[in-house]
Structure formats: structure tokens, C-alpha cells
């Protein structure tokens, strides 16, 4: 029999959920203060990777050596905000112990592989249902690095290649034939058939949302606070403006579920990695393909309002304000790559965005029931992936609700493994 789910957050996990709770044929109500794909949530501004294998986490064997450089320098790849250390230092320790060994990251690796499988196909699919099919395409995704050694050493390739995932190996001619535009220091390159990307995620959040509520998916326009239980039985999601009754709530809330999950109990370690993006209006030149550059840490991406620039990675909490220096430099380097890019871009032609990726310390997102009632589910805390992880998300988050078997093990994404 059909429930009734109250959605809390909609972006792209909590549209998709809703698209496919309504499939499952439960009543659904999403609930969020701001508008669906609108720029205050990370499903927005994010680069627009359908990136089937980014199954790898952050944090890699070693890396607590960098962490001085991180808190030093403001501006690098990874910043770690003092100001912000404290209250980030019990999440950024989970964080270097989840990446501390090669058989953890392959454990993390195998489970992010099984949620993130054939995801450009059911992406495809999403759109093609929601009526913007052309958001979303299937023809791969570029990885380019100054040198064939960036690439050798780069322990994720190999822990990929254990994982089943398969690609394409650019010497210096290939490239250039590929991407003449590239500056010529870039000499190795790798191509991912399997993945593909979306040409304007808001864009296709709003169109997924509007797709539920056409499909029958309630929209209420308010801030939950808190989730109301009777014993272990979901009564009503509390919102500011009043109770949404229902009989059983997802909790997708991108990096802003922390406070409705310890409303219940659950104090899980969800942070948010702040990162930005940079685009371009009418550029000049750009790349053919879509490129994730190895020294940046940067996604290039065309979308349909321009040439984006999007990455980095900054902990320093969901209040602080931007730092539009990190942004500049995302510009700087795209300008760099692209050398036929005009050094001085007006700044009318110019948007920067920060926006927070909602992250758990392994890597892996938080999709399960909660500790406090099975009538509660919780989908967040995609990280790095959460746009190209949606899909599969919102199956699942539909079969836990519907009380079927999840069709991917969900052991390894149980939010008690932190409790
Ligand atoms: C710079 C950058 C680049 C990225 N690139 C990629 C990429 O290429 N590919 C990829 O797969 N992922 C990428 N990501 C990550 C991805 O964007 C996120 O993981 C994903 O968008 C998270 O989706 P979400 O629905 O969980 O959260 P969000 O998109 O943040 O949505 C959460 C929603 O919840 C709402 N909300 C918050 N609090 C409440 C409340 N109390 N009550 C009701 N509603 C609430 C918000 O208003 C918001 O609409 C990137 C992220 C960034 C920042």
C-alpha cells in the first residue's frame, strides 16, 4: 500500500527520490525553502560530471602529510580555514584514517562502483522522462595530466582498474588531435567512454522537479527543523511554518541534514567541502570534449550558459563567506589552459558560484534507515558525486521506503556504521 513520504531538501537526490517513490506508488511531498535547482544548493553549481568512475574517496594513503600545506596556504587545491579547524578536526580525522591504508580506499572503491554503475544510462533515462533529454550526454569524459608520470603514480587509476573500470590512453599527438586548444603542456591524457556529463544541472533538477510534481509529487515551500515520532512511528515532518503529516520522511538535505538527523538521535559526521565554480559566457575557445585537469583539480565542462570551471575543495563550515579568490584562480587556470582565451575576460562575462558538497569522512554517502525509526530514511552526504550518484540514490531510497530489498548491497552506505 502507498505511503506518504515527506522529501526534505530537493535537489538532485531529493527530486530523483521523489520521481521514483511516486513509481513505486507512494504519495510524496517534497519539502524545501528554496527552489528546486536553485543556486543555494550544491546540485546546481557543481561541474556536471556523469562520472560513472569517480568511485575513488578524497582522502588517499599519506595525505595527513599535506595537511599543513592545507591549513597554510588559503588558495591551494584543498584549504583547511583555521578559524574552522576545530570544529572540522573530529570529521577531518575520520577523514585521513578512511584514506590511511590502499585496502580502504579499495573497499570504498568496490561500493561507490556498484552505486555509481551505469548511472549516464539512467541519467539519460531521467531525462528523457522529464522532457530535457538533451541534458544529459553519453560520450565520455577526459582526464589530462602534464605527464604520462602524474598519471603512473596516481594510486586511484590502479584501484580503478582493479574495479573493472575501463579507458582510453592519450599520448601527446592523440591529444592535441583530440583538443588542439589545450595548452601543449598538458602531454598524457585518458579517456572514460562509460561516463557522460549534463549541460546545465540546475536546469535538470528543475526539470526533474517539475516532472514529480507533473506526476503528481506535492511541493511545500518551507525549512524543516525536526522530524516528529510517536514511539519508533513517524508522525510529521516539523517545518517553520507548521507540521507536514506523513508516515515516512527521507532525509536529503544535502550538507544541511546534520541537524534533522541528530533531531533523532543520529549525530552522524557530515561536513561540507566548499568548493566553486567559474564560468565563462561566450567563450572564445575551450575544449571539444569535456576534461577533469590532474593538476587543478578541476572539471572543465561546457553547459548551456557557458564554459564552466568547477572543483576545490575548502572545510570551513556552511556559514563563512565565500572566498571569490578561489574562484579567480579557477578562472586563472582555465585562462592558462586555453592560451587562445583572452587574458582579461570583461567581468560581465563572468559568474562565480560556492556551494557545499555534502560530505561523510570515507567517502561514502549515508543511505539507510535511521537508528531512531525505519520509517525514517536518510540519502546524503554524496560528496564529490552526488550529482552523477543521484540516480541510483533515488531507486534505492524508493525500495528502502517501499520496504523492499535494496538492489545494491547497502551495508557499506548504513549511516550506523558511524553510530
Ligand atoms: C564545485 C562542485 C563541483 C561538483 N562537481 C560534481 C560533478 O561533476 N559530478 C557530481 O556527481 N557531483 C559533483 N559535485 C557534488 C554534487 O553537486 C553534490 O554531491 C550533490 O549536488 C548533492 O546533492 P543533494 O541533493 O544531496 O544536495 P543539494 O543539491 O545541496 O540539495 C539540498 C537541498 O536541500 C535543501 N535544504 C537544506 N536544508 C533544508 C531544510 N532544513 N529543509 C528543507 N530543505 C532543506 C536545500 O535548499 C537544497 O535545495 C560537485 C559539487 C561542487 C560544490
Same mark, same amino acid.
Given at each position: ?8 531538501g ?10 521514483? #517513490? ?17 543556486? &543555494? ?8 560530471? %556523469? ?46 584514517? @578512511? ?12 561500493? *561507490? ?16 522522462? @522529464?522532457?530535457? !533529454? ?12 602534464? +605527464?604520462? $608520470?602524474?598519471?603512473?603514480?596516481? %594510486? ?20 592535441? &588531435? ?5 595548452? =601543449?603542456?598538458?602531454?598524457?591524457? $585518458? $579517456? ?22 507533473? +506526476? ?10 525536526? %522530524? ?7 508522525? #510529521? ?16 538535505a544535502g550538507a544541511r541534514s546534520k541537524l534533522l ?5 543520529? #549525530?552522524? !559526521?557530515?561536513?561540507t ?9 561566450? !567563450?572564445?575557445?575551450? =575544449?571539444?570534449?569535456?576534461? *577533469? ?25 556552511l ?14 587556470? %582555465? ?21 557545499h558538497?555534502p +560530505? ?9 534507515? +535511521? ?7 536518510? #540519502?546524503f ?34 549511516? &550506523?556504521?558511524?553510530?
Amino acid at each position: 500500500m502507498g505511503r506518504h513520504v515527506a522529501i526534505i531538501g530537493a535537489g538532485a537526490i531529493g527530486v530523483i527520490s521523489a520521481i521514483e #517513490a511516486l513509481r513505486e506508488g507512494h504519495r510524496v511531498t517534497l519539502i524545501d525553502p528554496g527552489e528546486p535547482g536553485g543556486e &543555494q544548493a550544491a546540485s546546481y553549481g557543481n561541474a556536471g560530471w %556523469l562520472s560513472s568512475h569517480s568511485v575513488i574517496p578524497p582522502a588517499e594513503p599519506g595525505i595527513w602529510k599535506k595537511v599543513p600545506g592545507y591549513l597554510l596556504d588559503p588558495l591551494g587545491p584543498l584549504a583547511i580555514r583555521w578559524s574552522y579547524l576545530p570544529k572540522a578536526l573530529p570529521w577531518l580525522i575520520k577523514y585521513l584514517l @578512511a584514506g590511511w591504508t590502499e585496502a580502504k580506499i579499495e573497499t570504498t572503491a568496490i561500493a *561507490m562502483r556498484a552505486l555509481l554503475k551505469d548511472a549516464p544510462l539512467l541519467h539519460r533515462k531521467l531525462a528523457e522522462e @522529464a522532457g530535457v !533529454p538533451d541534458l544529459v550526454e553519453r560520450n565520455g569524459v577526459m582526464h589530462v595530466f602534464p +605527464s604520462r $608520470v602524474n598519471f603512473d603514480g596516481d %594510486l586511484g587509476w590502479r584501484i580503478r582498474k582493479r574495479v573493472g573500470i575501463e579507458w582510453l590512453e592519450l599520448n601527446a599527438d592523440e591529444m592535441r &588531435q583530440r583538443e588542439p586548444e589545450l595548452d =601543449p603542456r598538458y602531454t598524457f591524457g $585518458v $579517456v572514460v567512454e562509460e561516463a557522460g556529463r549534463c549541460r546545465d544541472p540546475g536546469a535538470y533538477v528543475a526539470a526533474l522537479a517539475a516532472h514529480a510534481q507533473a +506526476s503528481g509529487a506535492e511541493f511545500v515551500r518551507a525549512k524543516a527543523t525536526g %522530524l516528529r515520532l510517536d514511539g519508533n512511528k513517524l508522525v #510529521a515532518v516539523v517545518t517553520e511554518t507548521g507540521e507536514v503529516p506523513c508516515d515516512a520522511a527521507v532525509v536529503a538535505a544535502g550538507a544541511r541534514s546534520k541537524l534533522l538527523t541528530a533531531s533523532v538521535g543520529d #549525530a552522524l !559526521p557530515l561536513e561540507t567541502e566548499r568548493g566553486y565554480h567559474v564560468m565563462i559566457e561566450n !567563450p572564445e575557445t575551450g =575544449p571539444r570534449n569535456s576534461m *577533469m585537469v590532474s593538476d587543478a583539480k578541476m572539471v572543465v565542462n561546457w553547459t548551456n550558459k557557458g564554459l564552466r570551471a568547477a572543483g576545490t575543495v575548502e572545510i570551513g563550515g556552511l556559514d563563512a563567506a565565500p572566498n571569490w579568490k578561489r574562484a579567480e584562480i579557477l578562472r586563472d587556470y %582555465l585562462v592558462n589552459m586555453f592560451p587562445k582565451l583572452p587574458k582579461n575576460i570583461p567581468a560581465s562575462r563572468i559568474k562565480m558560484w560556492m556551494g557545499h558538497r555534502p +560530505s561523510m569522512p570515507d567517502g561514502r554517502p549515508c543511505i539507510g534507515y +535511521s537508528r531512531a525509526s525505519r520509517d525514517i530514511v536518510y #540519502a546524503f552526504g554524496h560528496g564529490h558525486v552526488g550529482l552523477v550518484g543521484s540516480a541510483r540514490t533515488g531507486r534505492l531510497v524508493a525500495q528502502l521506503v517501499s520496504g523492499k530489498t535494496p538492489e545494491i548491497p547497502l551495508e557499506p552506505f548504513a549511516p &550506523q556504521r558511524f553510530l
